[in-house]
């Protein structure tokens, strides 16, 4: 789903967190990448990076400024994409981010790369059943994003190596778009809900983690919330819950195997809109527009995934 690439910002930020400070000059890195979970998804990733010292003064709040600039290529066995961002740290606890993504896919047994999410009985007693429909590369989806984010270390405040209680929170709005599709109509990207549109989404995530100094393997533990919100406003959207909050609540730990190998485990609950089903996973194949959302009770907690990011530095 895109909202990972909110999460993906913040592991980043656990990953790299302890090394901040320790080069003076441009640095260059590349990143083999691999995303697996207990869903049938899969994703291998290749990040160059390049960090430029920028606006850096004595003081302990600008000593360490930067501007971050990351290509990234990603392929999974439904889309391929290429994503660019541009991060700039004027002060030690502020970033501001942009970045876009572009990309396509493909359909298959596994799952649905790209296509329209249409109503196939319309004219029926509701809910509907959905058709997903698409053709290989038929079109480009896009996505473009800007955002800040806050973040802070204890230890900046009360120095020692046991006071790394870290806290971030990024905001953000991000445009995105699918190529073959109207104006109105609902598409499928990544084996998604099946639920966007072009237009606007609001993004936030919020992270307190803490490192542990002592740890030979396990340097981070976290627990992180993520939100997304359509701001589509589509006539009639109340009616299925179109406007509320998409909610992912997550347990983080990183681990640092090597020098140049690390992994990411996370483990994922997920809100998700209650329509009075007694379960959602088997309702996944009625198109969301026909149904009515339970005005009193409109959210449900489920599991939604346990994940693993694994990160080897090639240079």
């Known amino acids: 789903m895109k909202r990972k690439q909110c999460a993906m910002a913040t592991l980043i930020f656990l990953i790299a967190l302890s090394s901040i400070g320790a080069e003076d000059g441009i640095t260059f890195s ?112 896009s996505s473009a994003w800007g955002g800040g984010a806050i973040q802070f270390d204890l230890a900046a405040v009360l120095p020692g190596s046991w006071n790394h209680l870290v806290f971030r929170s990024y905001q953000g709005i991000n445009y995105r778009s699918f190529s073959g599709a109207a104006d109105g109509q609902s598409w499928i990207f990544e084996n998604d809900d099946a639920e966007n549109r072009n237009g606007l989404v609001y993004s936030a995530n919020y992270l307190l983690g803490y490192q542990m100094p002592s740890s030979p393997v396990i340097n981070t533990v976290g627990l992180m919330a993520e939100v997304e919100q359509y701001l589509y406003n589509t006539p009639g959207g109340g009616k299925w819950g179109d406007g509320l909050g998409r909610w992912i609540f997550s347990t983080l730990f990183n681990f640092t195997i090597t020098k140049e190998f690390s992994a990411a485990l996370i483990l994922q609950m997920r809100t998700r809109r209650n329509y009075g089903d007694s379960d959602y996973e088997n309702t996944r194949e009625m198109f969301y527009q026909s149904r009515t959302i339970d005005r009193d009770d409109p959210y449900r907690l489920v599991f939604y995934r346990a994940a693993a990011l694994l990160t080897l530095k090639l240079h």
Request: proline content about 7%; hydrophobic content about 40%; overall charge negative.
């Open 30 to 141: 590349t990143d083999l990448g691999l995303q697996v979970s207990s869903r049938p998804e899969a994703k291998l990733s290749v990040t160059q990076s390049f960090i430029f010292p920028f606006m850096r003064f004595d003081g302990p709040l600008t000593r360490d400024n930067t501007i971050k600039a990351a290509l990234t290529a990603e392929l999974s066995p439904l889309s391929v994409n290429g994503l660019a961002e541009i991060t700039w740290t004027p002060i030690a606890f502020l970033q501001i981010i942009a970045g876009g993504k572009l990309g396509s896919g493909w359909n298959m047994p596994l799952g649905k790369g790209i296509g329209i999410n249409t109503d196939s009985e319309t004219g029926t007693a509701e809910p509907h059943k959905q058709s997903i429909e698409g053709d290989p590369f038929e079109g480009l989806f």
